[in-house]
């Protein structure tokens, strides 16, 4: 039984032992099996009568450790896309943009950059899933880890693999799903239920994100501000450090941890023009320029002035207002 131990058999119970034994032709009773297995893995026959699991272990030295970023796609749908980043040690949120998308490379990578510039360290090694939206990321992390001498250095400093356990920034998109997402979701839903929304009509979609991208946006910071500030409880059966995520990222010490980040092997300098070569401006309101322009034709108002929109219920307002008025100049072209 040890031999079948060895071979991967170490999470099954007496009976499916038993039945794997017969299998391979050895001759025990279960009562036999049920004895020697509890000999040999007491606490394992524990763990299972208690009914519960054997998670893996993340382990992390520290902030920087290991950074995770991902895409959020609940209100794509709705023309809106969410990008994050966490910290693994600290679940300290570093970013949480909400743009007209997630997919493109260039965007993921400002976000990124901007991470980079505030913090002016580089992180020791960058969690990602292997979507192209990331490549340039990639890029910028091996090219910025590769002055260091560390056994991570260089293209080791990048971790891919399915967006599924990619688990610290899963986390968070679950906390977010509860919080943020439902509301938001549901609001959308209930416009097209009543025949205000078409989701499919790229100019409904142009028009979500004039009305309602800078109040979505304040919104995902307040979650920022609340989760970075919020305390972190200890659970049961699972070895992470507790507390508040702002004060695990910039006080490991308290928990005998480090800052595992590495210095800036270039001038911020370098970073402005890597930004200048490699990422695309954010756009006002997420919208392009071409819509803006004919908004302030039809309305007479500069982008600015629709900064008084506090409310969902405002910028729903709005949205019914816009969307009528291009519906109106498109028919009379």
Same mark, same amino acid.
């Given at each position: 039984?040890?031999?079948?131990?060895?071979?991967?058999?170490?999470?099954?119970?007496?009976?499916?032992?038993? +039945?794997?034994?017969?299998?391979?032709?050895?001759?025990?009773?279960?009562?036999?099996?049920?004895?020697? *297995?509890?000999?040999?893995?007491?606490?394992?026959?524990?763990?299972?009568?208690?009914?519960?699991?054997?998670?893996?272990?993340?382990?992390?030295?520290?902030?920087?450790?290991?950074?995770?970023?991902?895409?959020?796609?609940?209100?794509?749908?709705?023309?809106?896309?969410?990008?994050?980043?966490?910290?693994?040690?600290?679940?300290?949120?570093?970013?949480?943009?909400?743009?007209?998308?997630?997919?493109?490379?260039?965007?993921?990578?400002?976000?990124?950059?901007?991470?980079?510039?505030?913090?002016?360290?580089?992180?020791?090694?960058?969690?990602?899933?292997?979507?192209?939206?990331?490549? /340039?990321?990639?890029?910028?992390?091996?090219?910025?880890? $590769?002055?260091?001498?560390?056994?991570?250095?260089?293209?080791?400093?990048?971790?891919?693999?399915?967006?599924?356990?990619?688990?610290?920034?899963?986390?968070?998109?679950?906390? *977010?799903?509860?919080?943020?997402?439902?509301?938001?979701?549901?609001?959308?839903?209930?416009?097209?239920?009543?025949?205000? *929304?078409? +989701?499919?009509?790229?100019?409904?979609?142009?028009?979500?994100?004039?009305?309602?991208?800078? *109040?979505?946006?304040?919104?995902?910071?307040?979650?920022?501000?609340?989760?970075?500030?919020?305390?972190?409880?200890? !659970?049961?059966?699972?070895?992470?450090?507790?507390?508040?995520?702002?004060?695990?990222?910039?006080?490991?010490?308290?928990?005998?941890?480090?800052?595992?980040?590495?210095?800036?092997?270039?001038?911020?300098?370098?970073?402005?023009?890597?930004?200048?070569?490699?990422?695309?401006?954010?756009?006002?309101?997420?919208?392009?320029?071409?819509?803006?322009?004919? /908004? +302030?034709?039809?309305?007479?108002?500069?982008?600015?002035?629709?900064?008084?929109?506090?409310?969902?219920? !405002?910028?729903?307002?709005?949205?019914?207002?816009? $969307?009528?008025?291009?519906? !109106?100049?498109?028919? +009379?072209?």
């Amino acid at each position: 039984m040890l031999l079948l131990r060895n071979a991967g058999y170490t999470n099954i119970g007496y009976r499916s032992l038993w +039945n794997v034994l017969r299998c391979l032709g050895v001759r025990a009773s279960q009562h036999t099996v049920r004895l020697v *297995l509890k000999a040999i893995d007491g606490d394992g026959v524990l763990r299972r009568q208690r009914h519960r699991l054997t998670r893996r272990r993340y382990t992390s030295n520290g902030p920087s450790f290991c950074i995770h970023v991902d895409g959020y796609d609940k209100l794509k749908p709705f023309g809106i896309s969410v990008h994050g980043g966490i910290d693994g040690f600290s679940r300290k949120i570093l970013w949480l943009k909400a743009t007209s998308s997630n997919k493109n490379p260039r965007i993921v990578a400002g976000h990124f950059l901007e991470y980079l510039k505030t913090s002016k360290r580089v992180p020791r090694v960058v969690r990602m899933d292997a979507g192209t939206e990331n490549v /340039i990321v990639e890029r910028i992390q091996i090219a910025l880890r $590769s002055f260091h001498a560390d056994s991570m250095a260089g293209h080791r400093s990048v971790s891919i693999g399915r967006s599924t356990a990619n688990q610290k920034i899963e986390m968070l998109w679950s906390f *977010l799903m509860r919080n943020f997402t439902t509301f938001w979701r549901n609001l959308f839903k209930d416009m097209v239920d009543e025949g205000i *929304l078409n +989701n499919a009509d790229p100019v409904h979609l142009e028009c979500i994100r004039f009305c309602f991208l800078p *109040l979505i946006q304040r919104h995902l910071d307040m979650f920022l501000q609340s989760w970075n500030s919020h305390r972190i409880r200890s !659970q049961r059966n699972v070895e992470c450090p507790h507390g508040i995520p702002d004060v695990m990222y910039y006080q490991p010490f308290i928990y005998d941890k480090y800052d595992c980040s590495y210095e800036l092997p270039c001038d911020i300098v370098v970073l402005d023009y890597l930004t200048d070569i490699y990422t695309d401006a954010v756009l006002p309101r997420g919208t392009k320029e071409e819509f803006r322009q004919l /908004i +302030n034709t039809l309305t007479f108002l500069d982008i600015e002035e629709f900064d008084v929109i506090e409310t969902p219920t !405002q910028a729903k307002e709005l949205f019914n207002l816009l $969307s009528g008025v291009i519906s !109106q100049h498109l028919l +009379n072209r």
